[in-house]
């Protein structure tokens, strides 16, 4: 029985480290960005949506001798704030003209970029699709 119960354990620490290994978090999408322009790229923005806090709902109770008030109560819920947006430029250091770099973009590979060139050119913010093609042209 002695024996039993120890190579139960003994399975049992085999079996963590590899749900360990499952458990791991995603890698962060990395990207070759391509600069075709004359000007070097000097930002290269990710436009992210950070979600707004939560407002909390009204009280209830469920005490029954509390039902009428609940059905009657002139609270009402107040309005839900709309979510932000964030603008992080992706650049450690400006990439040349006719140059290329790669830039790591999170956990997330649909992303909102947009970007700006030296000589004070932009391209607008872009929705756009990374998660097959991991190489981007810019500019020019």
Known sequence: MKKLMVM????????????????????DF???VSNSSAAALTEFNLTEVVPAAPVASAPKSNDWWMAPVNMV?????????APTTRVVNLLK????????ASVTL?????V????????GSTVDATPMDLC????????G
């Not at 109560?73 to 704030?81: G, N, V």
């Not at 999170?106 to 649909?110: E, L, M, T, V």
């Not at 097959?132 to 500019?139: Q, T």
Request: aromatic residues 4%; proline residues 10%.
């Open 106 to 110: 999170g956990k997330a590979c649909n």
């Open 30 to 32: 990395v990207i070759t």
């Open 112 to 119: 909102t970029i947009s970007a700006v060139f030296g000589d």
């Open 132 to 139: 097959k093609d991991k190489k981007l042209n810019i500019g």
């Open 8 to 27: 139960i354990a003994a399975a049992g620490l085999v079996a963590l480290p590899a749900l360990a290994k499952e458990a791991k978090k995603p890698a």
């Open 73 to 81: 109560s002139s609270w009402t819920a107040p309005a839900q704030p």
């Open 93 to 100: 250091k400006p990439i040349p003209a006719k140059k290329s």
